[in-house]
């Protein structure tokens, strides 16, 4: 008879599984673009904030992203590591194949809560990154590009070709990410990005670049970003985010192996024992049990 499942719990608690990373960020990683069109100098409008062309390379770079994708894509990683996270994980996904997917489902509105607050928090810190590199002038063509035809072909591609596997294979064992996870994900999905863009779209690219030099300047762009990515990927989730993705899993778990023991004709699974809460003393120190 197959094992029952103990799904997570307060004093069985799933591995840290990472915020879903911002894809608006690795894209400025990515070597040699530039606007389509060189738009015509914008004056800034009384009362605008010295800051805004950064934010705007921001909106630019998220308004050409399919979110829901690159949470798709992401969570076939966080499955197949969570499926070999631990012995009692491979057990588990051997006697109820899919498991590990239907975990992973139920965990992804907590991530998509998490993540959105991390990125409204860490917006300020990128968009003075975006400073350090660009003037406002030269800052709103990089905006340009990124609404640019080909600009949208690169992020499509960056989209396609990310899936954070160093990144998520750091969380699930518990360790901090750190700035070599950030970058083996980032290299792995240029060198995958740029294998897919046709010789025309390298070409356009190429005379683009050599049209506005600074551009080449989102290398050092991104590797400023990097440290920022670092603390954004190990922002620890709300207290109550992270109650609710444990109640989340645990319901998946308990229905997922309902509903397969049912249709193989097995019995319920049986409640997973729990050690009674030790007895204590008058100072308030457990008493050893007996």
Do not use: C
Request: proline fraction near 11%; aromatic fraction near 4%.
């Amino acid at each position: 008879m197959k094992a029952a499942f103990a799904p997570p719990n307060a004093s069985n608690p799933p591995m840290r599984v990472l915020p879903v990373l911002s894809l608006a960020l690795m894209l400025a990683a990515v070597p040699h673009p530039a606007p389509a069109a060189v738009a015509a100098p914008v004056p800034a409008q009384p009362g605008t904030s010295p800051d805004a062309p950064y934010f705007a390379v921001l909106d630019a770079i998220e308004s050409g992203l399919d979110q829901e994708a690159a949470f798709r894509i992401v969570a076939r990683t966080i499955a197949t590591e969570l499926a070999r996270s631990s012995p009692e994980m491979i057990e588990a996904e051997a006697n109820y194949p899919g498991l590990s997917d239907a975990l992973t489902q139920s965990i992804l509105p907590t991530l998509r809560q998490h993540s959105q607050e991390v990125q409204a928090k860490y917006r300020p810190q990128l968009a003075a990154a975006l400073k350090q590199q660009f003037t406002p002038q030269q800052a709103k063509d990089v905006a340009v590009f990124y609404r640019s035809p080909i600009g949208r072909k690169l992020m499509h591609k960056v989209e396609q070709n990310y899936d954070g596997r160093a990144t998520v294979t750091a969380a699930m064992r518990e360790k901090d990410v750190a700035l070599a996870d950030v970058q083996a994900d980032n290299r792995v999905m240029i060198s995958r990005s740029l294998r897919e863009l046709t010789q025309a779209d390298l070409a356009e690219l190429g005379r683009l670049a050599k049209a506005k030099p600074h551009l080449l300047k989102l290398n050092a762009a991104a590797q400023a970003m990097a440290p920022i990515r670092v603390r954004m990927e190990n922002e620890p989730m709300r207290p109550e985010i992270e109650a609710q993705m444990l109640a989340d899993m645990e319901t998946a778990a308990k229905d997922f192996v309902a509903h397969a023991r049912a249709a193989q004709g097995l019995p319920p699974a049986p409640e997973p024992e729990v050690d009674p809460a030790p007895a204590l003393d008058a100072a308030g120190k457990p008493l050893p049990r007996t």
